[in-house]
């Protein structure tokens, strides 16, 4: 870090629940956070149809950028795989479709119908799952759908804002990775792949690498002079950025939000037989680095039970349910998260407690119960995906940092100790913002390197431990859990 600076960055952070915006400092030392803006992301559903209001949050961005004030530099990151289409005059088709509608829904068995799953993989390296862009677009091509047809690019939804912003074009690489279209190793478009699928490929444009300049704020947004960067535009992507790996101390992350993605930075993709086999997915980092993980359903469980419940009368904050999770009996249930059933919104403790009479144990019910069942599931499938990395990539595990707001949720991080026999440190919670912006300090040369970058966030952001301990009850319940689900 170059001592005596005083820089400020803005990251623009859109998450399935809420966005953000937050004004980063720079004071040579330490990295300081300032949210300027917070709003819901709240999709609408129209004729069937989920889509995102993206009209309303760019409407947001907007008023965050304005609240932020002069800034040196903004970056935009996203969740993954879902996107927009322009046509030539780069004016939005409609508006881009939510992962979740059920519109994928069989598509990934049409795929594998036409094309064999190890034929994917090995070309893209993504983990099979359904909400992937190149089942959505598969899904889009079997329908007819004329936005296909008139559209002159694709653009993903980190790219999306970025081009409103500063009239770029370029979609960025770490969330590219993510859609199931892009060959990791031959560095380009899979576009023989996507023909094979009957997927149109005059929409896929350019692709760039985090920390590309885009160029400035457009001037009729009449919000300064600031150059756009295109940071990990995807939100895990910062995320990972923003772990503080400690030299010589091996560790994998755990990014805890709506979706949990446990993983590994590794040098290079890791694709084979055993990877498939145990559904990774290879993404692209920083710096080069590829992030070997799976995707976890994660803490998408316990927002969509809060939601039933209060459809029914009942309201609870996260707080008043963790507490009677504590509570509850342990080891009651357990159910696999990444079950297809708990995809989509709707009754998730009906389904939950369906899922228990299946696999014969008790179908919990009560708040308490159904939550610490949910937890307890997601540290035991933590465990097992923690084992298939080591297993596939030979390499050592000793700690297992824990990032974004799962990071407050101090029972499962806990757990996650107690389940893996592994050290959990937790923080930062704002570690995608925080990665966001140190990418931005990377591309206007403020930070020389990654490694720089996370020893600024570890300077800059408190972290807390938690150790295992010896419990022969999540022995046995990993036993159970395998017997079932593995």
């Known amino acids: 870090m170059n001592p005596g600076t005083d820089r400020r960055l803005l990251a623009v952070d859109l998450g399935a629940e809420s966005g953000r915006v937050v004004l980063g400092g720079f004071d040579g030392e ?7 803006h917070r709003f819901p992301n709240v999709p609408g559903k129209v004729a069937g149809t989920l889509y995102w209001d993206v009209l309303r949050l760019f409407t947001d961005v907007l ?40 519109r994928t829904a069989g598509m990934l068995a049409e795929a594998l119908r036409r094309v064999p799953a190890q034929e994917i993989y090995s070309r893209t390296g993504i983990q099979l799952l359904e909400i992937n862009t190149l089942y959505q677009l598969l899904a889009m091509s079997l329908q007819g759908d004329p936005q296909l047809e008139a ?13 409103w912003l500063c009239g770029g074009r370029a979609s960025e690489l770490t969330d590219v990775s993510t859609t199931g279209c892009y060959d990791p190793v031959a560095g380009g478009w899979a576009y023989d792949l996507l023909g094979r699928l009957g ?36 939100d895990t992507a910062s995320a990972v950025a923003g772990v503080p790996f400690e030299a010589g101390r091996p560790g994998a992350y755990i ?38 993980l799976r995707n976890v359903m994660g803490l998408w469980l316990l927002q969509e039970c809060r939601r039933a419940w209060s459809r029914g009368g009942r309201e609870w904050s996260y707080d008043g349910l963790l507490t009677m999770a504590e509570a509850a009996p342990p080891f009651a249930a357990l159910i696999d998260p990444d079950d297809e ?32 069942c949910v937890l307890e599931s997601l540290a035991l499938r933590y465990r097992w995906t923690l084992d298939r990395l080591q297993s596939v990539t030979g390499a050592a595990i000793e700690v297992v940092h824990v990032v974004g707001g799962g990071a ?79």
């Open 341 to 372: 059933r708990f995809l989509r919104p709707g009754d998730l403790p009906g389904a939950i407690a369906e899922a228990c009479r299946e696999t014969g144990q008790p179908a919990v019910a009560e708040p308490g119960a159904v939550v610490r």
């Open 151 to 163: 559209s002159e690019r694709l653009l993903m939804m980190p790219a999306l804002f970025s081009a």
């Open 255 to 292: 990014s805890s939000g709506t979706w949990s993605l446990v993983g590994l930075e590794c040098p290079a993709p890791v694709i084979g037989p055993a990877a498939l086999a145990a559904n990774l997915t290879n993404e692209a980092g920083v710096g080069g680095t590829v992030r070997l």
């Open 408 to 486: 407050r949720n101090r029972l499962l991080c806990q757990m996650t100790a107690d389940a893996t026999g592994r050290e959990v440190v937790a923080g930062p919670v704002e570690a995608t913002a925080a990665g966001n912006l140190v990418v931005q300090a990377l591309a206007l040369r403020m930070v020389g390197s990654l490694a720089e970058a996370r020893e600024l966030v570890r300077r800059s952001f408190r972290l807390d431990r938690y150790e295992p301990r010896c419990d022969e009850r999540w022995e046995a319940a990993w036993a159970g859990w395998n017997r079932r689900f593995a």
């Open 30 to 36: 330490r990295l300081r956070l300032e949210e300027v």
């Open 199 to 234: 997927i149109p490929t005059l929409v896929f444009g350019e692709v760039v690498a985090p920390g590309t300049e885009l160029g400035p704020l457009l001037p009729e947004l009449d919000l300064g002079a600031a150059r756009v960067v295109a940071t990990a535009s995807h």
């Open 63 to 102: 008023d965050g950028v304005r609240r932020a004030g002069q800034v040196d530099s903004i970056g935009v990151d996203t969740w993954g795989v879902d996107f927009a289409l322009l046509d030539r005059a780069g004016r939005l088709l409609g508006n881009p479709v939510h992962y979740r509608d059920r």
